[in-house]
């Protein structure tokens, strides 16, 4: 048996979680797959957040996402990156780099259990600018400067590829090599506020070719996080396990302990359970009716008559399902396109699914010629925490 057919049938434990601390966030990203903005009042607490460090290292997790929202905002991040160190967890987390000031740079250049991912959308600042908020790009490379002059070793440059900027990825790649860091790019999923600018921002045809054969050609040196398998029906196959590892290798667990399948599908329809249930994050990982479903055998659907299957599998499950795709259908930007035309060929009566939570502090805005027709928040507005800061006393 591949090592492939191995994961698609589950693992005691998950390779690594992707794991959202807080819905908080001082930015407003018109593409934020989680809808981020305010903080949720029931998110764990920190001894619960301890509790389930404690739980992935028994079960041998390897290292977990941290992400968001902005995870640095919790007055208790740096309290959990030291337990999650303490415990042997890695840990990679995510930031726009608006609060690694100096001291931030030189404390997480002393662990050996913490990777940083600095956020960018744009290799200048009015591409990036346009999605993640003015100033933000200034702020994202003055955060890789501090990181470089701490001596953090490879830090990540995270780029979620869009139609305005997948011609910018030797640019990307650039600046990765200008702070001495290595450049993760993803791909843009119609989930959270992404929903509301997918038609707008995701890559044409002609730039998905593009980008499969720049990744082909860079793939030893650029990470993807496994997220454009969906390009392998071009021919070559990319780096990288190349299948949707949704509840077999992968999970999320949000804000507020919930545990879904997909970091990338925040719906109730992929939604395992909760850490606070009495087993807590283990329980849900091997007991749950959907993970055990997920990991039996699944049908290709009108796939499977294709040629390429065995090397896109179907492509990725949230795309499909927050474009109002069969899940055994094709992906929406299947390489062959096919998923083209069923996107063009749904009609008014085909519900499509809106994510299950919106934390957004205003209302998502969507792009008119590249540009947000509302400015996304300023750096400056560092209040994510809203109403909430009188509750926490």
Known sequence: ???????????????????????????????????????????????????????????????????GGEPTVRRDFWELLDHAAEHGVGVKFSTNGSRIDAAAAARLAASDYVDVQVSI????????????????????????????????????????????????????????DRYGAQLRITRLRPSGRGADVWDEMHPTAEQQRSLYMWLLEHGDEVLTGDSFFHLSAYGEALPGLNLCGAGRVVCLIDPVGDVYACPFAIHDEFLAG????????????????????????QSGGACESCGHYDACRGGCMAAKFFTGLPLDGPDPECALGHGEGLLAARGAEVAIPAPAVDHSRVKPSRLRNGTPERPPAKVCDENPLADFLTAEG
Not at 126 to 153: H, Y
Not at 156 to 167: D, E, F, H, L, W
Not at 277 to 294: A, C, K, M, Q
């Open 121 to 176: 959308d744009g290799a200048t600042a009015a591409v990036n600018d346009a999605v993640r908020g003015p100033g933000s790009f200034d702020t994202a490379l003055g955060a890789l400067e501090r990181l470089a002059a701490a001596g953090f070793r490879k830090p990540k440059i995270s780029v979620v590829v869009t139609r305005q900027n997948a011609g910018q990825l030797d640019d990307f790649k650039a600046i990765a």
């Open 274 to 297: 909760n850490v606070r249930e009495p087993r807590g994050f283990e329980g849900v990982w091997r007991d749950s009716e959907l993970f055990t479903e997920l990991r039996r055998p």
């Open 1 to 67: 048996m591949k090592l492939v057919d191995e994961f698609e049938l589950g693992l005691d434990a998950p390779i690594c979680i992707t794991w959202e601390l807080t819905y908080a966030c001082n930015l407003a990203c018109v593409h934020c797959l989680s809808s981020s903005g305010r903080r949720d009042p029931r998110e764990l607490t920190t001894a619960e957040a301890k509790g389930v460090i404690s739980q992935l290292q028994r079960m041998q997790v390897f290292y977990v996402n941290i992400g």
